[in-house]
């Protein structure tokens, strides 16, 4: 089943094709939008009117607040220390990982393609240009962009509409 019966769904969300979609114990709040081929995983929760682009994946310790834009692609993380067995040689299991929280501020742009590295903030208002890798905080209405993300000085961003990092008709 796409969409498990612990799913908590807002009122008037809105999924695309809801058969091409994963979610599960997760929270969506009142009016998003989610596109095809997003996975929402147990524990993330998605604000009000939210917009969460195609094949995009939000991982449990992920809390994304209102009115945020999720471009297509976009790929969230939360262990630091990914492996899939222990030193031992045995699979790991729940308790062999520490989960890393991360948090999307109000109003956030992330751009499509870009990849969230857990344990991070991105602050209210903030751009996150396309295919950007976050591995650090991003202050309240800064703009970042590149491998890894660094802020844009204010005569780039001034240069550079916000469309531009965010991925035209997103």
């Known amino acids: 089943m796409p969409i498990t019966n612990d799913v908590q769904l807002g009122r008037d969300v809105r999924i695309l094709h809801p058969e091409l979609v994963n979610l599960y114990g997760c929270k969506v709040g009142d009016e998003s939008r989610i596109g095809t081929f997003v996975e929402i995983q147990a ?3 998605i604000g009000a009117r ?18 945020v834009f999720i471009g297509h692609g976009v790929m969230f993380t939360n262990d630091k220390l990914p ?15 520490t989960l890393q929280r991360t ?5 956030a742009s992330i751009g499509s393609n870009a990849t969230i590295l857990c344990g991070v903030t991105i602050g209210a208002g903030a751009f996150v240009g396309a295919g950007a890798v976050v591995t650090k905080d991003v202050p309240t209405g800064a703009t970042v962009a590149g491998v890894p993300a660094r802020m844009m000085s204010a005569a780039e961003n001034m240069a550079t509409a916000p469309r531009a990092f965010i991925g035209e008709g997103s």
């Open 43 to 45: 524990g993330a929760k």
């Open 50 to 67: 939210c917009k969460i682009s195609s094949h995009s994946f939000i991982c449990e310790g992920v809390t994304i607040e209102d009115e």
């Open 83 to 97: 492996r899939a067995t222990t030193a031992d040689g045995r699979p790991q299991q729940e308790s062999d990982w």
């Open 103 to 107: 948090l999307v501020g109000r109003g």
